[in-house]
């Protein structure tokens, strides 16, 4: 097999081969992770994005090119995308897959927009933008390929019994999840981590959603009620991303989609996401235990499993109470 | 500090909590407002998991003897049969001790990994 282009100018040259792009200069890469790598490059003036797979990854990311096209073009403000493998007839030279888009100027750290004061006037508005982006998002139509419907409930509970660990807590809050399991509502593309970190802000507001590899079709209140999860706060006051009422989010979100999604349902989905991160936090820490990457900071998530269990026992009673609804 | 909980027989001092807590405060003094960006959060992130090390030498003997008390009252020998019992509802007639019990644990688990996320209630 032929080695995969790794320098910024084998890169550069692979892209130019792949796509026509010409004139590629300022080649360097951002990110490493564990499923992909992110590059940064100039064509004249305008600031690109490439993403590129790892050999390794068993994500197909056709997938998530259709979902930014659908997304695009439904009105949520997410990257363009320029080019992609999809498109490619024949070999490919960048060696995996991979997209173009454009890059988009802003802040993505969740404790700057919570505090810094240029973001004050965003704050503002960012809880009813998120709702309009997000309604936006579930009114899409067209059908994408390769999405898969998932029972949240179903594939977490499987997660917590294969996990290796004896998790009480998550018990009690899976069997709380069961016995009050909103109607099943309509299916739709879910964005399926939508929350700070993922958004790109400016000081005017929202400019971009990333992060799409986790797009799936699901309820559309999954993506509100992963939004206020407690993790996603990062340390704010408010539930919606630390920065703004429940009641912002579901207005915004019922003007865009034409759909009110109650404040209860809301709630359930997100006592769902608080275990769903719960598990995750032990599924981070397996990384380092299980040695396929080592690292203090992954171990550290482990001890943060706890976090979840008491947020989403805490939830469950004040729901039981009858005081969830009210606290808007 | 002050406070020796693990001494032992054997081992001349330090304890190993006040190891621990040297090393912390190395970080903390010498280390920490050296170093920026990303090694400078993964150095905090190191000095809290010293904390927490710390704080559950400290508490986690008496911790461990009381959530075994409390499991064996439910019947169960081990958190694992706690969870099964949940599962299966084979609790539900206690659902009220069991989530008072459960909710306190993990309380605990808090005390120790970290203490400022206990909220009032």
Same mark, same amino acid.
């Given at each position: 097999?032929?080695?995969?282009?790794?320098?910024?100018?084998?890169?550069?040259?692979?892209?130019?081969? %792949?796509?026509?792009?010409?004139?590629?200069?300022?080649?360097?890469?951002?990110?490493?992770?564990?499923?992909?790598?992110?590059?940064?490059?100039?064509?004249?003036?305008?600031?690109?994005?490439?993403?590129?797979?790892?050999?390794?990854?068993?994500?197909?990311?056709?997938?998530?090119?259709?979902?930014?096209?659908?997304?695009?073009?439904?009105?949520?403000?997410?990257?363009?995308?320029?080019?992609?493998?999809?498109?490619? &007839?024949?070999?490919?030279?960048?060696?995996?897959?991979?997209?173009? &888009?454009?890059?988009?100027?802003?802040?993505?750290? %969740?404790?700057?927009?919570?505090?810094?004061?240029?973001?004050?006037?965003?704050?503002?508005?960012?809880?009813? *933008?998120?709702?309009?982006?997000?309604?936006?998002?579930?009114?899409?139509?067209?059908?994408?390929?390769?999405?898969?419907?998932?029972?949240?409930?179903?594939?977490?509970?499987?997660?917590?019994?294969? $996990?290796?660990?004896?998790?009480?807590?998550?018990?009690?809050?899976?069997?709380?999840?069961?016995?009050?399991?909103?109607?099943?509502?309509?299916?739709?593309?879910?964005?399926?981590?939508?929350?700070?970190?993922?958004?790109?802000?400016?000081?005017?507001?929202?400019?971009?959603?990333?992060?799409?590899?986790?797009?799936?079709?699901?309820?559309?209140?999954?993506?509100?009620?992963?939004? $206020? &999860?407690?993790?996603?706060?990062?340390?704010?006051?408010?539930?919606?991303?630390?920065?703004?009422?429940?009641?912002?989010?579901?207005?915004?979100? @019922?003007?865009?989609? @034409?759909?009110?999604?109650?404040?209860?349902?809301?709630?359930?989905?997100?006592?769902?996401?608080?275990?769903?991160?719960?598990?995750?936090?032990?599924?981070?820490?397996?990384?380092?235990?299980?040695?396929?990457?080592?690292?203090?900071?992954?171990?550290?998530?482990?001890?943060?499993? $706890?976090?979840?269990?008491?947020?989403?026992?805490?939830?469950?009673?004040?729901?039981?109470? @009858?005081?969830?609804?009210?606290?808007? | 500090?002050?406070? &020796?909980?693990?001494?032992?027989?054997?081992?001349?001092?330090?304890?190993? *909590?006040?190891?621990?807590?040297?090393?912390?405060?190395?970080?903390?003094?010498?280390?920490?407002?050296?170093?920026?960006?990303?090694?400078?959060?993964?150095?905090?992130?190191?000095?809290?998991?010293?904390?927490?090390?710390?704080?559950?030498?400290?508490?986690?003997?008496?911790?461990?003897?009381?959530?075994?008390?409390?499991?064996?009252?439910? *019947? $169960?020998?081990?958190?694992?049969?706690?969870?099964?019992?949940?599962?299966?509802? %084979?609790?539900?007639?206690?659902?009220?001790?069991?989530?008072?019990?459960?909710?306190?644990?993990?309380?605990?688990?808090?005390?120790?990994?970290?203490?400022?996320?206990?909220?009032?209630?």
């Amino acid at each position: 097999m032929e080695s995969i282009p790794s320098t910024p100018e084998e890169l550069s040259l692979a892209i130019t081969a %792949a796509t026509g792009l010409d004139g590629i200069t300022q080649m360097r890469r951002l990110t490493g992770g564990a499923s992909r790598e992110t590059w940064s490059f100039h064509v004249g003036d305008e600031q690109r994005i490439i993403q590129r797979q790892r050999l390794t990854s068993p994500r197909d990311m056709h997938v998530e090119v259709g979902v930014l096209e659908a997304a695009y073009a439904a009105g949520v403000p997410v990257p363009r995308v320029l080019a992609s493998s999809r498109d490619l &007839v024949g070999e490919n030279p960048v060696g995996t897959q991979f997209m173009i &888009v454009n890059a988009f100027e802003g802040e993505t750290i %969740a404790r700057k927009i919570l505090r810094d004061d240029e973001y004050g006037t965003a704050r503002k508005i960012l809880p009813a *933008q998120f709702g309009s982006a997000l309604g936006k998002l579930h009114r899409i139509n067209s059908e994408v390929p390769g999405l898969e419907d998932v029972d949240q409930i179903a594939f977490y509970k499987e997660h917590l019994r294969d $996990c290796g660990q004896s998790h009480p807590a998550f018990e009690i809050a899976f069997r709380w999840l069961d016995e009050n399991r909103p109607p099943i509502g309509r299916r739709c593309l879910v964005h399926g981590d939508f929350r700070m970190g993922n958004l790109i802000i400016g000081n005017e507001g929202l400019r971009a959603v990333l992060d799409w590899e986790l797009a799936h079709i699901g309820d559309p209140a999954e993506d509100l009620g992963w939004l $206020c &999860v407690r993790a996603w706060r990062f340390g704010g006051g408010q539930p919606v991303g630390g920065i703004g009422a429940y009641k912002d989010l579901l207005e915004a979100y @019922g003007e865009s989609s @034409g759909e009110y999604i109650s404040l209860e349902t809301l709630r359930w989905w997100e006592v769902l996401g608080t275990v769903k991160w719960g598990l995750m936090c032990i599924s981070q820490a397996a990384y380092h235990l299980t040695g396929s990457v080592r690292s203090h900071e992954l171990a550290a998530i482990g001890r943060r499993v $706890c976090e979840n269990e008491y947020d989403a026992l805490l939830a469950i009673r004040e729901l039981k109470n @009858g005081k969830g609804a009210t606290r808007v | 500090m002050g406070k &020796v909980p693990h001494v032992s027989e054997l081992h001349d001092p330090p304890t190993a *909590q006040q190891l621990i807590e040297s090393v912390r405060e190395w970080l903390e003094t010498d280390v920490f407002p050296q170093v920026e960006g990303r090694l400078q959060f993964h150095t905090r992130v190191a000095m809290n998991v010293l904390a927490m090390v710390e704080r559950e030498l400290e508490i986690g003997g008496e911790q461990n003897e009381h959530y075994a008390a409390g499991l064996a009252a439910f *019947q $169960c020998n081990n958190e694992a049969e706690l969870a099964e019992k949940i599962r299966t509802g %084979a609790l539900l007639s206690k659902e009220a001790e069991v989530e008072e019990f459960v909710l306190n644990s993990v309380k605990e688990k808090l005390r120790v990994a970290n203490p400022k996320y206990l909220r009032d209630e």
